[in-house]
């Protein structure tokens, strides 16, 4: 079990499946009652609530491209067999992005699937520094 | 339910107290509950046979395992207008504990990495990431006692490390928001090395800035207003900022956001605040010099 940072951008899907998506992710996590908690499941939404960014303890296998792909066509009750990937790699750890009618979402594991949450933590940061506009309110006083 | 306050002097203090202090309250009642409970299987003993001696140590314990003499420097300022006090000292658990008393206005940690280095009172305080961690604070309790036209606010506050300084995200340490044009804001500013804190009533902004802020050691930060005298004050480790700013706007509130009201973030999920944060405070009084002066110290 693994705690770290998690990253989901919707790229193609009405609202009714993102919202079907964000509330099933926020079930996720191995340890939701967890005595410390930052070790439960908990996330952020970005501001034009099309992505999120969670945090909690998971197993690396919950999060390879075939468990994904089966979780996701169970959310969205869809045979997994029209659901493909495609991966890519980025500064910010490894990306899948789910295609099924074309691309619908993608996902990112901030640090990579086997890193520490250390490492986990300063991806994380440095991608929302990196779209602080997309992430972050700024007031001119 | 209403909590009763914490409030318990130094051992020393009750050393001396010949009778127990009449303002002793949570701690205190706790020692009485355990010997109640003793004096319960005892038909023997009963509460007026209960002697300081006996409960004084007790209290003594109960304080220790509890509070400090920080907290009790807290709960004895401007005690009938304190409206919360959150430690932030759990080592475990989602509860912030109102140690002012009210339950009804503990706060809720999200994702907080508690049990972290505290501010030297002998009590811990918790991590907030920067990414997705906060604590919620908003209660109705807490929308029914803050007053917009008078208060005080008083935290302890260190960043995760000196690179928040100059990461160019305004980063929130709390904001007691009613709407655009009603609220106390302080915030890690998006400039280099700047807390700032806002305070606006009736749309009229009054803002302070700290500047040339470098540290990674804990700091104090107090922020007072009033609309009666007319002036908003900013303190830093104790210190005044500056004289204070007066000409305030009209505070026009119906009642906090929840939405918008909580510690080490803004709005709902942004603008979070990646360091440490302990002993937040607030008063439905501007407090003094003399007070924030106190405050500033361990």
């Keep these: 079990m693994n705690r770290q940072y998690y990253g989901i951008e919707d790229l193609g899907m009405v609202k009714e499946q993102r919202d079907m998506l964000f509330a099933a992710l926020k079930g996720l996590g191995r340890n939701n009652l967890h005595p410390k908690p930052n070790y439960r499941n908990h996330w952020r939404i970005r501001l034009d609530g099309k992505a999120m960014i969670f945090e909690g303890d998971f197993n690396d296998e919950d999060w390879t491209v075939d468990s994904m792909t089966n979780w996701l066509s169970q959310v969205f009750e869809v045979n997994p067999h029209t659901i493909s990937a495609s991966l890519a790699s980025t500064g910010y750890g490894p990306t899948a992005t789910f295609i099924r009618n074309g691309a619908k979402m993608r996902m990112i594991a901030f640090g990579g699937l086997l890193t520490s949450w250390q490492e986990s933590h300063l991806k994380a940061l440095a991608y929302l520094k990196a779209n602080k506009l997309e992430w972050e309110i700024f007031e001119e006083l | ?298």
């Design chain 2, 1 to 298: 339910m209403a909590k009763t306050k914490h409030i318990i002097p130094p051992y020393s203090k009750l050393m001396s107290c010949r009778i127990l202090p009449v303002f002793l309250k949570k701690p205190a009642e706790k020692g009485i509950f355990f010997l109640k409970k003793k004096a319960a299987e005892n038909d023997e003993m009963n509460e007026s046979k209960l002697i300081p001696s006996m409960i004084v140590p007790a209290l003594y314990a109960k304080a220790a395992e509890e509070g400090s003499e920080y907290a009790d420097k807290i709960l004895a300022m401007e005690a009938a207008n304190l409206i919360a006090y959150w430690p932030l000292w759990e080592a475990a658990g989602v509860n912030a504990d109102n140690y002012e008393g009210t339950a009804a206005r503990d706060g809720t940690y999200v994702g907080a990495t508690l049990g972290q280095t505290g501010i030297g009172d002998g009590h811990t305080a918790p991590l907030f990431d920067g990414v997705n961690d906060t604590c919620e604070i908003f209660t109705d309790s807490l929308s029914a006692a803050f007053n917009g036209e008078e208060g005080s606010i008083s935290m302890w506050m260190r960043v995760a490390n000196v690179g928040v300084w100059t990461d160019g995200i305004q980063r929130a340490l709390t904001r007691l928001f009613c709407n655009a044009g009603n609220y106390a804001y302080l915030a890690k500013w998006s400039l280099n090395n700047e807390v700032r804190f806002e305070y606006k009533s009736g749309g009229v902004g009054k803002y302070i800035k700290i500047l040339g802020i470098e540290t990674t050691d804990w700091f104090h930060i107090g922020y007072t207003w009033t609309k009666n005298g007319d002036l908003v004050k900013g303190y830093y480790n104790g210190s005044p900022i500056e004289e204070g700013q007066s000409g305030l706007g009209a505070w026009a509130c119906g009642g906090l956001d929840g939405t918008r009201t909580r510690l080490a973030a803004d709005f709902i999920d942004t603008n979070l605040f990646s360091g440490y944060l302990a002993h937040v405070a607030i008063w439905t009084k501007a407090l003094s010099d003399a007070d924030m002066a106190s405050l500033g110290t361990v």
